[in-house]
């Protein structure tokens, strides 16, 4: 939006555009060729950030199924009803909304990619890192942490080429830092044997991009 003088700046562009793709204009890789895919993933820079598995977890609940703050309806009405529906240990209690231990219910049955399916690609923001980037098939120029965001976009702006046109904002104090107090607090009502199961399906996630596995939890 910025390089092509829609927006004067990147403060000016809407948050609601730049997360809705039927607005946004960018074309994903799909939309193209194969060879224009080839081509891409050859010439480009690519890069991607992760963020401590759990803590994703904890943070795409809340942004989809408690806050919403981009009021984003189906997760509410379409997707939490279904959720609780097959995996709440409690059928007697309906209110509330969905419950975070339903939810990871849901993420840990080996069972649950027949809901994927169902909700389709709303799930992205809970598909593991492995699924959804592809890491050990795209050879990514660099691959990013939330928790050093500040320093690691700084570096991938350099790398892009793109450091003299713009920078990444200043991030709050606090913000990325890893918080095992608030993942305690999340898990605190989830059973061992629901965390296992959770785990087992992000494993590859906390393996691969240097996380640690949360002992603390089991």
């Known amino acids: 939006f910025f390089f092509s003088g829609a927006f004067p700046s990147i403060e000016d562009i809407p948050e609601s555009i730049v997360h809705d793709h039927d607005k946004n204009g960018l074309p994903r890789l799909s939309s193209y060729s194969i060879s224009d895919v080839h081509e891409r993933l050859n010439s480009y820079f690519k890069f991607f950030i992760v963020r401590d598995p759990f803590e994703r977890l904890i943070s795409a609940y809340k942004d989809k199924f408690v806050h919403n703050p981009r009021f984003e309806p189906w997760y509410k009405h379409n997707i939490a009803p279904v959720i609780i529906r097959k995996y709440r240990k409690d059928r007697s209690e309906t209110k509330g909304g969905l419950q975070f231990q339903d939810f990871v ?83 605190s009502k989830v059973s061992k044997r629901d965390i296992r199961r959770l785990y087992e399906r992000y494993e590859g996630d906390f393996k691969l991009f240097g996380y640690k596995e949360p002992t603390f939890l089991f």
């Open 105 to 187: 219910r849901y993420l840990g049955d080996p069972n649950h990619k027949f809901l994927d399916l169902q909700f389709g690609d709303h799930i992205i923001h809970w598909v593991t890192y492995v699924e959804l980037c592809a890491p050990c098939e795209i050879n990514y120029n660099m691959i990013g942490h939330h928790e050093t965001l500040e320093e690691d976009a700084s570096y991938i702006l350099k790398e892009a080429g793109t450091d003299r046109l713009v920078s990444y904002p200043p991030i709050p104090p606090g913000i990325t830092r890893y918080n095992k107090t608030k993942v305690e607090q999340y898990f």
